[in-house]
């Protein structure tokens, strides 16, 4: 499959202007839709401060999670690329600071994965590795895996994923019941390096499980470096699909 480049459309909702898809087939696995937001006559006061709203103290609803404040307790604006927004908007200090850390995903990680790693891969119980470079594609939706052949793994239809590492306690972290041990010691001058990645998808036009092992091969600093932020861009769509 040849990445050709999604088309973008501008469009303006009551958050400000989105530059989206043209096709919504086409969507980040990793944006998000724009919450509703509470009714006017359901906010009587600032859901933070418990101030009430009158011809003075004016509402304001927080783009990320639409619920209803004061301007003191939504002042601040941030970016918020998961839900595609042109500039900064107005947020919560609770929603504010996860965007800002999304933010530094976006800004880092994604260009880490984009660019890619190279690893030893091995499909199923294969006894064959082959050396192939894996990266993310530019609209985040697939995974492509070049070596002597060619094939591509839908985040969609990931169903799980496993990061390997080495270090004191080496071996296989689940991405959902290893999150915090994995945030503070993946990182430049942790104690834990990771070294591959077991991932359980279903290919499409299927329902039956395939699994692919990958273990880091030539730049293991780089490849492992993908790893990191593979784990990071896991943990948002295990989030997306919580919501």
């Not at 469009?11 to 980040?28: D, K, Q, T, W, Y």
């Not at 933070?48 to 304001?60: L, V, W």
């Not at 999150?179 to 990182?187: C, E, K, N």
Request: hydrophobic residues 30%.
């Amino acid at each position: 499959m040849s990445e050709v480049p999604d088309g973008k459309k501008l469009v303006r909702s009551p958050s400000g202007l989105r530059m989206v898809p043209e096709n919504g087939a086409f969507n980040s696995p990793f944006a998000l839709d724009e919450p509703q937001w509470v009714p006017d006559k359901e906010c009587p006061r600032c859901m933070q401060c418990d101030t009430k709203f009158d011809f003075i103290t004016r509402k304001h609803h927080c783009r990320r999670c639409g619920r209803c404040f004061c301007d003191k307790c939504c002042s601040q604006k941030v970016a918020l690329p998961r839900m595609c927004f042109v500039d900064p908007v107005r947020q919560c200090p609770e929603c504010s600071l996860i965007s800002q850390k999304e933010v530094e995903f976006y800004d880092k990680q994604l260009k880490v994965l984009t660019a890619g790693g190279t690893f030893l891969v091995k499909v199923d119980s294969s006894e064959k590795s082959e050396t192939t470079v894996c990266r993310l594609s530019n609209n985040h939706r697939y995974l492509f895996l070049d070596g002597d052949s060619h094939f591509e793994v839908e985040l969609s239809r990931i169903s799980s994923m496993q990061v390997l590492t080495d270090g004191p306690t080496s071996g296989e972290k689940d991405i959902c019941s290893y999150t915090s041990l994995l945030d503070s010691h993946l990182s430049e001058g942790g104690s834990l390096r990771a070294s591959g990645m077991v991932l359980q998808y279903k290919p499409p036009g299927t329902q039956n499980l395939q699994e692919l092992h990958m273990e880091t091969a030539d730049d293991k600093r780089v490849a492992s470096a993908w790893l990191a932020a593979m784990h990071k861009a896991a943990k948002l769509l295990y989030e997306s699909r919580d919501q």
